[in-house]
């Protein structure tokens, strides 16, 4: 007797949600002039993944597809790479760390990448990047601002 969804029904129901987003990112990238042969590829590895059984092999081919268009538009945007917004978001988050372990006030920056976080996650790279950023200057050594301990 089963009390609930088995997990590859749970499985397959993800996978088929990330693709149906998926396939709807790379329409919307053609339909923008981007080149979105890459992108079929993937959408077929997927699907053939999904039609095998494999739902998290779908899900992972989804989900590149998803970031693959997210990077498309950004740049096409005039925006930074979502792996670069990636990156200096970890750099402020550790900087941040560190600076409240020796015991500063870092609540400005934490509010900082509250907002970087949420524009990432709405697709505003460059607003992400600019908030990261200004969380970086917060930390910085010379910064008068965040210096006094707390």
């Known amino acids: 007797m089963a009390f609930g969804p ?7 129901a993800a ?3 990330r ?3 998926a396939l709807e990112a ?3 990238a053609r339909d923008s002039g981007h080149n979105v042969q890459q992108v079929r590829g993937m959408l077929k590895a997927a699907r053939s993944a999904f039609e095998a059984g494999d739902y998290t092999t779908a899900a992972r081919f989804a989900n590149q597809v998803l ?3 997210a990077d498309q538009s950004a740049r096409a945007a005039g925006g930074p790479p979502r792996a670069v917004v990636l990156e200096r978001m970890s750099d402020a988050l550790r900087a941040t760390k560190k600076r409240k372990r020796r015991g500063f006030n870092v609540e400005q920056s934490q509010e900082l990448l509250r907002q970087a976080r ?3 996650e ?3 790279y460059q607003m992400a990047m600019d908030l990261a950023d200004q969380a970086l200057q917060l930390c910085s050594p010379d910064s008068r601002s965040a210096s006094a301990p707390r």
Not at 6 to 12: C, K, L
Request: glycine residues 8%.
């Open 6 to 12: 088995s997990s590859t029904g749970v499985e397959r």
């Open 67 to 69: 970031d693959t268009c």
């Open 19 to 21: 693709m149906v987003a």
């Open 15 to 17: 996978a088929l949600s």
């Open 122 to 124: 709405s697709g505003d």
């Open 118 to 120: 949420a524009a990432f």
């Open 26 to 28: 790379a329409k919307k």
